[in-house]
């Protein structure tokens, strides 16, 4: 079993729907856990962190579920730009600055 | 303020060959870190350093060295290039990371490299 595992997509989307990813983890000792855009052939950049309690910035929403080792993120009014990968990405276990990078999900918004 | 930057950007070796890949950061980080991205796989750490001098294996380090003679620089070496070596790779730098705290990874734009 992968330890991060995600959807690959694609997600095909109208501007302006609500999109969905899920992405479980398998280490139930990971405490950091993140959303990682990376546009084709280009670097990943850290969207944003995901907390216990949940946290959303501008049209993005993160949850976390530690009992089902879950993360999701949801994006609202889908734009053009919102097109890329989407990597689920958690930290290796406690105390450890080492990343587990999902696959990614891949999401492509059109017109 | 240039961030992460990798040299080359592209790169074609032939079986057997050798290669010096260089990251440089401007950030005055103390964290510096190699990945390969494959397809169908998330990014696979190499090797990584927690300072200047200091150097540790990561999930796939088979075949590959890395330096850290200046703490803006982290060089990722391959002595005999082989064709499963073919992939994109990813150079990162972070502040600092432990307990529960954590600090974002910065990335290089890759090195896109093609063993024959």
């Known amino acids: 079993r992968k330890e991060v595992e995600q959807d690959p997509g694609p997600f095909n989307v109208p501007e302006g729907a609500t999109v969905a990813f899920n992405c479980t983890y398998s280490n139930s000792a990971s405490q950091s856990f993140f959303w990682y855009r990376q546009d084709c052939r280009k670097e990943p950049k850290l969207l944003m962190s995901v907390y216990s309690s949940g946290n959303e910035d501008g049209r993005f929403t993160a949850q976390l579920n530690r009992a089902s080792q879950y993360i999701s993120l949801l994006i609202r009014d889908s734009k053009l730009s919102d097109s890329a990968t989407y990597l689920c990405v958690v930290t290796k276990s406690y105390n450890t600055d080492k990343l587990i990078f999902g696959t990614g999900t891949r999401l492509q918004v059109f017109p | 303020n240039a961030g992460v930057t990798q040299t080359p950007k592209f790169r074609v070796l032939k079986t057997g060959q050798s290669m010096t890949l260089l990251c440089a950061q401007d950030?005055?980080?103390?964290?510096m870190y190699w990945y390969r991205q494959d397809p169908g796989m998330g990014l696979r750490l190499i090797h990584y350093?927690?300072?200047?001098?200091?150097?540790a294996k990561g999930e796939v380090p088979d075949g590959y060295n890395v330096s850290r003679l200046k703490k803006q620089n982290f060089l990722l070496g391959l002595e005999s290039a082989a064709p499963s070596q073919t992939s994109v790779y990813f150079c990162?730098?972070?502040?600092?990371?432990?307990?529960?705290?954590?600090?974002?990874?910065?990335f290089g734009p890759g090195t896109r490299l093609t063993v024959l």
């Open positions: 990162a730098s972070s502040y600092f990371a432990g307990g529960t705290s954590y600090n974002e990874q910065f």
């Open positions: 950030m005055n980080h103390e964290y």
């Open positions: 350093s927690v300072g200047e001098g200091t150097t």
